[in-house]
T-cell receptor, first 113, second 110 residues
Framework: EAGVTQSPTHLIKTRGQQATLRCSPI?????VYWYQQALGLGLQFLLW???????NRGNFPPRFSGRQFPNYSSELNVNALELEDSALYLC????????????FGNGTRLTVT | GQQVMQIPQYQHVQEGEDFTTYCNSS?????IQWYKQRPGGHPVFLIQ?????EVKKQKRLTFQFGEAKKNSSLHITATQTTDVGTYFC??????????FGQGTTLQVKP
């Protein structure tokens, strides 16, 4: 079984630009979660998608947005990038939302200069 | 979402010593998951606890859920260098908002 895949692995952007991160869940998983992990810090919840709908979001500004496609893959968009957006962005999928174990991808390392 | 406090933040042990991390909440938890993240890696699901007072074992790892379902612990017996990493607890809810604790980073000296 293929795991959760994220692309790109690394992304370098300058302040003010926009970034798009992509995630493909495990086959059969309908829920996709996004987390931000700044260097040396914990996992901050960003967004949860299930069956194509945004179900919940964390305490992040509106310039963090995303969507889930009919094939359950997802993308995270970050507009007007700021230096503090530099972090590892982790995507996770689960069979269903609301408590099923999460399976994480390897993440996208976003660097904003 | 449900917030938890995880302690300690860091722990350095000699190989062979035991290690425990605690996860505490001010509110009753529905259930709780534990994850391990190796340095440079991504979090990996370890276990989910659901019942009050539940105890589950995975080889040298023992997971407990408190009787009041407000705290949980992970105990590692006779640590090995392969146990190095950050251990996160995460209470689950039916809102789907899985909030992770701050994590406990374990260093093991050979």
């Amino acid at each position: 079984e293929a795991g959760v895949t994220q692309s790109p692995t690394h992304l370098i952007k300058t302040r003010g630009q926009q970034a798009t991160l992509r995630c493909s869940p495990i086959s059969g998983h309908t829920s996709v979660y996004w987390y931000q992990q700044a260097l040396g810090l914990g996992l901050q919840f960003l967004l949860w998608y299930d069956e194509g709908e945004e179900r919940n979001r964390g305490n992040f500004p509106p310039r963090f947005s995303g969507r889930q496609f009919p094939n359950y893959s997802s993308e995270l968009n970050v507009n007007a990038l700021e230096l503090e957006d530099s972090a590892l962005y982790l995507c996770a999928s689960s069979l269903q939302g609301g408590g099923s174990p999460l399976h994480f991808g390897n993440g996208t390392r976003l660097t904003v200069t | 979402g449900q917030q938890v406090m995880q302690i300690p933040q860091y722990q350095h042990v000699q190989e062979g010593e035991d290690f425990t991390t605690y996860c505490n909440s001010s509110t009753t938890l529905s259930n709780i998951q534990w994850y391990k993240q190796r340095p440079g890696g991504h979090p990996v699901f370890l276990i989910q606890l659901v019942k009050s007072g539940e105890v589950k074992k995975q080889k040298r790892l023992t997971f407990q859920f408190g009787e009041a379902k407000k705290n949980s612990s992970l105990h590692i017996t006779a640590t090995q260098t392969t146990d190095v990493g950050t251990y996160f607890c995460a209470p689950t809810s039916n809102t789907g908002k899985l909030i992770f604790g701050q994590g406990t980073t374990l260093q093991v000296k050979p």
